[in-house]
Nanobody
Framework: QVQLVESGGGLVQAGGSLRLSCATSGRIFSSYVMGWFRQAPGKERELVAA????????YYAASVKGRFTVSRDNAMNTVYLQMNSLEPEDTAVYYCAADLDDLTRPDYWGQGTQVTVSS
């Protein structure tokens, strides 16, 4: 079993920055591909960023590429999402997810953290 706990969400003005953290416990963190999803009201949950087990490879949705950076610290069992140049369209609940394979159907989810960007 893997537990995921997100933190770092909040209210920020457009153009501002936030850094989300996802602390994990349980199975070996380095075995999991980690991802950040988000879900805005009335919209489907979408994958915004992902990082491979030992962090040479990353993925970003087109809407966040160049503004968001995903990273992980396997020694600290934590994955991060640095969000810069935030836009009102980034407002959503952000979820951390872990999967042994490719995040198509994540094995584990965090509880989510709210990010609200005001215009």
């Amino acid at each position: 079993q893997v537990q995921l706990v997100e933190s770092g969400g909040g209210l920020v003005q457009a153009g501002g920055s936030l850094r989300l953290s996802c602390a994990t416990s349980g199975r070996i963190f380095s075995s999991y591909v980690m991802g950040w999803f988000r879900q805005a009201p009335g919209k489907e949950r979408e994958l915004v960023a992902a990082i491979s087990r030992r962090a040479p490879y990353t993925y970003y949705a087109a809407s966040v590429k160049g503004r968001f950076t995903v990273s992980r610290d396997n020694a600290m069992n934590t994955v991060y999402l640095q969000m810069n140049s935030l836009e009102p369209e980034d407002t959503a609940v952000y979820y951390c997810a872990a999967d042994l394979d490719d995040l198509t159907r994540p094995d584990y989810w965090g509880q989510g953290t709210q990010v609200t960007v005001s215009s």
